[in-house]
């Protein structure tokens, strides 16, 4: 049994990852405040989408760019939310927690900013 990861070490794990996303994602995230929290929130499962079986590894709540009009401005930013306690269910060291935080982040910004699967692995791969 491994002992759970103080929520220091994994924001810094977070922090990591984030600064070590391709430069078109730290333009984005400029304006998107990230948080850790443990588990989602009922509220947050039902945004999701994600099936009762499916574990929610981050998400991202806000108003995706492709949405936004001239009365767009007066609005929280953006957030994406890392959930420590699945991913840690799931990874057990910190390069394979710092490796799916880094896979999610990604995922999240580019679905809710219109990136394509496709967009994403070109990225990805450059």
Known sequence: SRSVMERE????LVAKAMEDLPREFLD???NVDIVVE?????EQLRK????????L???????????RTSGYNMVL????????????????????????VKKTLK???AHHFGISDERLREIEGS
Do not use: C, M
């Open 9 to 12: 070490r994994f924001e810094s």
């Open 28 to 30: 984005i995230l400029e």
């Open 38 to 42: 443990d588990y989602p929130a009922p």
């Open 48 to 55: 999701s989408e994600v099936g009762h079986d499916a574990t």
């Open 57 to 67: 590894l981050g998400l991202y709540e806000g108003v995706p760019q492709t949405r």
């Open 77 to 100: 930013p953006d957030k994406i939310t890392i959930f420590q306690k699945p991913i840690e269910a799931k990874f057990s060291d910190d390069d394979q927690v710092y490796a799916e």
């Open 107 to 109: 995922h999240e910004i």
